[in-house]
């Protein structure tokens, strides 16, 4: 053996980006609402109930969505824990590349949304760490973020504090 590491991405790399979409709007009609269902996911996102039904059928195979009696639609625990790494690794990012690498709103959130799901738990918690790092060394340097990261006092913290940011 080589010693090669196994990198590990947000469940094994194994959700889509129209996966993500649906599990995070499945979460924000939840806390807005109290509910979803397959015909507010295909309101939300623009699409047909057909395709909905398709995507949380694979969905609820992956064990990330429940669906009850009534048709109601929640994340399982697994999807909760899936939300959460998904908004945390966005909003790092996103603030990353707004506040830090000073990249335009509307390119950050586009970017950000594009590779939410696809870093891995190590690198959203390094670039936790970094942000924090900078943010709180950057008296001689043009670096601020309005990310308030020192309300958490690791990356554990801050993962467990995501609802999501303002652009979700």
Known sequence: MSGKKTIVHTSSNDLTHSMVHYLLTIHKLKEEHGYARVTDIAKELGLTKGSVSTAVANLRKKSLVVEDDNKFLTLS??????VHHILSSRTLMYYFLKDILKVDDVI?????????????????????????????????????????????????????????????
Do not use: P, W
């Open 77 to 82: 625990d697994a999807g909760h824990v899936e």
């Open 108 to 168: 950050a959130h586009q970017d950000s949304c594009l590779v939410e799901h696809l870093i891995s738990t190590e690198t959203r918690k390094g670039l936790f760490e970094f942000m924090r790092k900078v943010v709180n060394n950057s008296a001689n340097l043009d670096l601020s973020t309005s990310l308030d990261l020192e309300k958490f006092a690791n990356d554990h913290e801050f993962n467990e504090a995501q609802k999501g940011d303002r652009y979700l």
